[in-house]
């Protein structure tokens, strides 16, 4: 039966969970939100299902990959449809796609308490609330058996989530239900904590003292390439902030299997990759020159080029490769900072407002270290100008 005695081997992927025929496998969670396995021995027959079923711990299947991937640059023609996605609109064409065939999509939304979640979705509307990055662990709950019944019932499936996520749904399906299950993943930095997610809503709406009535983790009213949350109050007034995206980018609060990732690679275990085309203005210094955003898509199997065949004509797309594409979380996982077991100790001891003031980019240290920087960095310009003189 399923054991974890090291975090990192653990991508809460719930495959394991969903398997166990004895339901004897509960995803619990830990101080910081994250899921893990456990088991009630009492309900266990030591059928190692849970075990094999593992694609995190035991490798994952490409076989039904191209040798060569095909890869494009993307940007949806519709410019509301680029306005409201994260990248290039590359997520709400392929779930146009497979609406328009009478298919079920499965995304991640927040709910109403800003919790992000994995969503069952039959319309068009209901897709609408998959647009844009939660950069934080969504809970799959029971979405997982929810897909096998759908395929079961002969439905076409689309699954868009992390490259775990979709690696651990593949894994946990039968193969013989695999021909109507299509893969959607992203290329993935990490999921921050379910915990300090919901924690930092709460101290948005008290700090402001207002009612959240909208959400978005990188708002693209400031650019594709800046990163500003946003919060939208129910008086529909708005701000922004940069708060939680510094700890997100200083990497003291992924999941830590996040640091151990199988997935930072060009070998996936999805139909379709989609992510942000960083650098595109390498490539071309036109295709994204407006800062409107640009998918990058990857073509992984046949299934994959079927769907990027349906969706062509509502893009102006530009044929890429590896070497264009190619950014950090293709390469290497990310480094979890080496004080994030002080920061979860902290965190559970002191609470929220103590860890955004210790470790965040807000309160007097923050500004002390900031303004060091900024003396250092003046004077080396300095120091150099002399030298060049
Ligand atoms: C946690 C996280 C880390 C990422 N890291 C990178 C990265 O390092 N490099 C990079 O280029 N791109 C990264 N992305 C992907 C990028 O931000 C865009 O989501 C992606 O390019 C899709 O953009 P879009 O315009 O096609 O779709 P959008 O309309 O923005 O749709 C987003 C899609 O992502 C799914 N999604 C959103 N949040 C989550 C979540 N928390 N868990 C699972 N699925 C989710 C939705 O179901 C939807 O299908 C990351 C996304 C997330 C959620
Ligand atoms: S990675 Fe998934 S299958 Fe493996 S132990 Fe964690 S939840 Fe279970
Ligand atoms: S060994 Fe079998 S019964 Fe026991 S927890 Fe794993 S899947 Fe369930
Ligand atoms: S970085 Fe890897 S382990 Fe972490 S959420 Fe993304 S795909 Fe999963």
């Known amino acids: 039966m399923i054991l974890i005695t090291n975090k990192s081997d653990c991508c809460g992927c719930t495959a394991c969970a969903m398997i166990c025929n004895s339901e004897a496998i509960t995803m619990t969670d830990d101080a910081m939100g994250f899921k893990y396995p456990v088991v009630d021995e009492s309900k266990c027959t030591n059928c190692g299902l849970c075990d094999r079923v593992c694609a995190f711990q035991n490798g994952y299947d490409t076989s039904?990959?191209?040798?060569?991937?095909?890869?494009?640059?993307?940007?949806?023609?519709?410019?509301?449809?680029?306005?409201?996605?994260?990248?290039?609109?590359?997520?709400?064409?392929?779930?146009?796609?497979?609406?328009?065939?009478?298919g079920v999509v499965y995304g991640c939304v927040l709910d109403d308490t800003f919790t992000a979640i994995h969503k069952r979705c039959t319309t068009l509307e209901e897709c609408e609330d998959l647009r844009g990055s939660k950069y934080v662990q969504s809970d799959l709950n029971n979405v997982f058996s929810y897909i096998r019944d759908d395929l079961k019932a002969g439905k076409l499936v689309l699954f868009t989530g992390t490259s775990c996520q979709t690696s651990g749904l593949k894994s946990?399906?039968?193969?013989?239900?695999?021909?109507?299950?299509?893969?959607?993943?992203?290329?993935?930095?990490?999921?921050p904590s379910p915990k300090i997610w919901s924690d930092y809503t709460h101290y948005i709406s008290?700090?402001?003292?207002?009612?959240?009535?909208?959400?978005?983790?990188?708002?693209?009213?400031?650019?594709?390439?800046?990163?500003?949350?946003?919060?939208?109050?129910?008086?529909?007034?708005?701000?922004?902030?940069?708060?939680?995206?510094?700890?997100?980018?200083?990497?003291?609060?992924?999941?830590?299997?996040?640091?151990?990732?199988?997935?930072?690679?060009?070998?996936?275990?999805?139909?379709?990759?989609?992510?942000?085309?960083?650098?595109?203005?390498?490539?071309?210094?036109?295709?994204?020159?407006d800062n409107k955003g640009c998918s990058v898509i990857m073509i992984n199997t046949v299934k994959g080029e079927t769907i990027l065949n349906s969706i062509s004509s509502e893009f102006n797309v530009l044929k890429s490769n590896k070497q264009e594409c190619v950014q950090p979380n293709l390469c290497r996982p990310s480094v979890i900072n080496s004080k994030s077991d002080k920061f979860e100790h902290d965190f559970e001891k002191h609470g929220f407002e103590y860890i955004l003031n210790h470790y965040g980019n807000i309160g007097w240290r923050y500004q002390c270290k900031r303004a060091v920087r900024l003396i250092y960095r003046i004077t080396l310009k300095r120091i150099i100008a002399v030298i060049k003189k």
């Open 64 to 102: 039904s990959n191209f040798n060569e991937q095909l890869i494009y640059a993307a940007r949806h023609k519709d410019a509301n449809e680029l306005f409201l996605s994260q990248s290039g609109g590359a997520s709400a064409a392929i779930c146009k796609s497979v609406i328009n065939q009478s």
């Open 172 to 191: 946990y399906i039968p193969k013989k239900l695999h021909e109507n299950l299509i893969l959607c993943d992203i290329i993935c930095h990490g999921v």
């Open 206 to 289: 008290n700090k402001y003292n207002k009612e959240i009535k909208g959400i978005k983790f990188r708002d693209k009213v400031k650019g594709w390439k800046s990163h500003v949350e946003s919060f939208t109050f129910t008086d529909n007034t708005k701000i922004f902030s940069t708060s939680y995206t510094s700890l997100f980018y200083s990497h003291i609060m992924l999941r830590p299997s996040c640091g151990e990732c199988r997935y930072t690679n060009y070998s996936r275990a999805s139909d379709i990759t989609i992510a942000d085309f960083w650098g595109i203005e390498k490539v071309s210094d036109t295709f994204a020159a």
